[in-house]
């Protein structure tokens, strides 16, 4: 069974830093790519970063570069997505999301239907107050 399951999301004031995991099961990550969405509620969801499992390449969308970064960990089956100088406008709700034939520059380039993705995490609440 694929499980995907977000962690590490909580409050923080603006300036601060946290780091989300997506764990993942189920799948061999050198076949996939892996994303990381953000929705805030009455918007559309966005891509803000993808991972490569075939060749651990990176991309990171213009609004959040510079301040948040992507990262795998294939031994313990993660995928961390770490924000730095977090600002209330990063306030929202994020996901990750599993795909085995699309290629990153779908992630942050396309707004995401929920079939577009093959396998989705249930979210991880970011709260960024002022």
């Known amino acids: 069974e694929v499980q995907l399951a977000e962690s590490g999301g909580g409050l923080v004031q603006a300036g601060g830093s946290l780091r989300l995991s997506c764990e993942f099961s189920?799948?061999?990550?050198?076949?996939?790519?892996i994303g990381w969405f953000r929705q805030v509620p009455g918007k559309l969801r966005a891509g803000i970063s993808c991972?490569?499992?075939?060749?651990?390449?990176?991309l990171v969308a213009e609004s959040v570069k510079g301040r948040f970064a992507i990262s795998a960990d294939n031994v313990k089956k993660v995928v961390y997505l770490q924000m730095n100088d977090l600002q209330p406008e990063d306030t929202a709700v994020y996901y990750c999301?599993?795909?085995?034939?699309?290629?990153?520059?779908?992630?942050?380039?396309?707004?995401?239907?929920?079939?577009?993705?093959?396998?989705w995490g249930q979210g991880a609440q970011v709260t960024v107050s002022s």
């Open positions: 999301a599993a795909d085995s034939s699309l290629h990153c520059s779908v992630v942050v380039t396309v707004t995401p239907t929920q079939d577009l993705y093959e396998y």
């Open positions: 189920g799948f061999n990550f050198d076949d996939y790519i």
């Open positions: 991972i490569s499992g075939y060749d651990g390449s990176t």
